[in-house]
Structures are given as structure tokens and as C-alpha cells.
């Protein structure tokens, strides 16, 4: 039985949560809207950001929580992956707390929280599951025996796919990030209208870079020949897009489902929140007779309170940090 406080910092999002007894109670997050106008995250503002909200976030959680400093057992922060000055904020504010309470410091691996968001409300998966990680910076394949161990079965080779909607959403002329916006777009497209080239991987792996050059090409010789083309197929260009992504992560998922013989499937990462993944999911579900775990919206994202519950697990493996961690930009899994 613990109270942990869990803080996340990697990339643009300022969060903090806390979790009592393995009960994910609070889950506050400051979003940096500035980076829109720069069409991505820009690293330098976004530590920036980070070092202006961090106090009052945690602040506003734990009032909120009605908790205590005093009443901390250990603090969860993200050590990596992410953007280097980003983690230090969040790292540096951590190690700062733990010292001054003498608590316990438990450096959490970002994509690990991900999948471990799963454990935050019911129905949870039990082990081993599979999980399908998929974020703005990467796309994996993982099978979870426990909190502690997790094996990559297969993982992108170069772009995550949460890049691949991003920069397609980018030659749309859609606003950043573009995974949101095309995902609404879809909505009313016909998914069936254009096709784009895929590169084949073997095994479980992927790669999403092929895909970005073929929709280049192709927006580019159509609108040589009528420069409203995009304008005027948006709807049908945003659901051809999706489709041609979900489509790719979801035939390799199945592979790996019958590969390791599994059928509790979960699905992870700021992507899980796309609802033609969520739908292409309970497809799946359906004919191959899977329990899938979907997180909810707000755990889907960056949050805090998937920090907070991986804490809350490591807590319980006595998984501790040191003072002397350095955050990990591109941090092992
Ligand atoms: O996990 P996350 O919040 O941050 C990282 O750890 O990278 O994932 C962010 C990614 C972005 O690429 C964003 O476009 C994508 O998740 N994303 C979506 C949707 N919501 C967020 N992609 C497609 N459809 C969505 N509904
Ligand atoms: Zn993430």
C-alpha cells in the first residue's frame, strides 16, 4: 500500500497524478498550445514550458487529491525516452522532492507507462498479454509478462506510425499534431478511395517512411494537374490515409497474437486513441475471439497517471532510482 506521486515530462506535455493504493485518483496536465503555430514541438520552448508549470501542477494534484507531501511513499517521474530538457525538468523537480522527504525515487521508461495505463481502471488485462505501442515516436509490438518484463516482438525501423499521421497530416495542410485532425477528417471520407504504396517488413516489424514518400508523390502529381485537389477530396484523402495505416498495424498484430498463442490483446500510446484503430480492433476481437483492452481517452496521451500506476507497480518491485540517474533521451526499453 503506497501513495505515489508520478510526473510527466518527456515531451510537450507538463502532468502530474497521484495514486493511492494502486487507485489512480488525480491526473492534472498542462498542454503547451505554443508549439502549433510551429507546425511540431519545438525542444527549447518546451522546456521552457515545462519549468513554468511544473510547481503549479503538482501543486493543483495534490490539493486536489487532498494529499500531504508528508504523505508520499515514493515519486514516479519519467526518465525516458523524450527530449532531454524536457525530462530534466521533470527529473530535477522529482529528485529535488524525494531528497527533501527521503522518499524513494522511481525512474519509470515512458513506453512501459504507456502499456501500464492498463492497470489504472478495470476491466485490466492479466499476464502475459500483447500490446500494441503506439505513440509519436514509436510503434512496437510487445509482449507483457509482467510490470517488470515486457519483450518487443516486433517495432517500427524507422518512423513511428504517430509520425506517419502527423507528417501526412502535414501535406494535407492540417494543423499540428495531425493524427487528431485526421482521424475527425475520416469521419465523413470514403477510406477506399486512393491508394498508396506500402513498404513490406518482414516478421513483426514495420516501417512507415515508405508510406509518407508514396503520399507526397502522389498530392504532388495531383495537384500539378488541379491545384484545389486536396481541398476538394480532404475527407477522402484523410480516410484513405488512416486506413492504409490501421490497416498495416493491424495485420502484424494478428500475426503476433497467433504467433505467441494470446488473446488478451491491448492497445497503447497517443494512436490508440484513433477510432478506426479502435474500431479495426473490435473487428479483430470478434473473429478471433480476443478480450481487447482499450485505455481510455485521457490515458491514451501523455499523463501523468500512467507514471503514477507504473510507480505504484515498481513501488511494489522495490524498482528504486538513484539521486545520481540522469533522464535518458533515448532510454533502452
Ligand atoms: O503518446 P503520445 O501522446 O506522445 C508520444 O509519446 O509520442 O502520442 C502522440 C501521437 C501524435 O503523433 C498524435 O498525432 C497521435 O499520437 N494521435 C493520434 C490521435 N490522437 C493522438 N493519431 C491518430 N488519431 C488520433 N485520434
Ligand atoms: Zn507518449
Redesign the pocket.
Known amino acids: 500500500m503506497a501513495v505515489i506521486l508520478g510526473i510527466e515530462s ?2 510537450d ?1 507538463t502532468s502530474a497524478s497521484v495514486c493511492i493504493n494502486g487507485k489512480v485518483i488525480n491526473n492534472e496536465i498542462a498542454s503547451q498550445a505554443i508549439h502549433e503555430q510551429y507546425g511540431g514541438v519545438v525542444p527549447e520552448l518546451a522546456s521552457r514550458e515545462h519549468q513554468r508549470n511544473i510547481v503549479p501542477v503538482v501543486d493543483h494534484v495534490l490539493t486536489h487529491a487532498d494529499i500531504n507531501v508528508k504523505d508520499l511513499d515514493g515519486i514516479a517521474y519519467t526518465r525516458g525516452p ?1 527530449l532531454l530538457g524536457a525530462l530534466l525538468i521533470g527529473s530535477s523537480f522529482a529528485k529535488s522532492m524525494a531528497a527533501s522527504l527521503n522518499i524513494p525515487l522511481i525512474p519509470v521508461h ?2 512501459k507507462a ?1 502499456v501500464l495505463a492498463h492497470f489504472i481502471d478495470d476491466p485490466k488485462p492479466s499476464y502475459p498479454f500483447i500490446c500494441l505501442t ?5 510503434t512496437q509490438i510487445l509482449r507483457v509478462n509482467s510490470a517488470t518484463d515486457m519483450i518487443i516482438l516486433g517495432q517500427t525501423q524507422d518512423d ?4 506517419a ?2 507528417k501526412a ?1 502535414k501535406l494535407l495542410g492540417l494543423p ?9 477528417l475520416s469521419k465523413e471520407g470514403d477510406p477506399h478511395k486512393f491508394q498508396f504504396a506500402q513498404s513490406e517488413m518482414p516478421d513483426l516489424d514495420y516501417s512507415f517512411s515508405g508510406i509518407k514518400t508514396s503520399i507526397l508523390y502522389f498530392l504532388r502529381k495531383q495537384v500539378q494537374r488541379d491545384e484545389n485537389f486536396i481541398e476538394q477530396n480532404l475527407n477522402d484523402l484523410a480516410a484513405s490515409i ?1 486506413h492504409t ?1 490501421i490497416k498495416m498495424l493491424m495485420d502484424k498484430l494478428v500475426k503476433a497474437a497467433k504467433q505467441e498463442d494470446i488473446k488478451q490483446i491491448a492497445i ?10 479502435r474500431q479495426a480492433l473490435e473487428q479483430e476481437a470478434e473473429i478471433n475471439g480476443w478480450d481487447i483492452f482499450i485505455p481510455d481517452f485521457q490515458y ?4 501523468a497517471g500512467m507514471i503514477a500506476i507504473s510507480g505504484h507497480l515498481l513501488h511494489e518491485h522495490e524498482a528504486f532510482g538513484e539521486l545520481t540517474d540522469s533522464p535518458l533521451p533515448r532510454m533502452p526499453f
Open positions: 518527456s515531451c506535455e523524450g515512458h513506453m504507456h503506439v505513440s509519436g515516436g514509436h513511428a506510425v504517430g509520425e499521421f502527423d497530416a499540428y499534431p495531425g493524427g487528431p485532425m485526421i482521424d475527425k488512416q495505416l497503447a500510446g497517443g494512436v490508440s486513441a484513433n477510432s478506426g484503430l491514451c496521451t501523455d499523463n
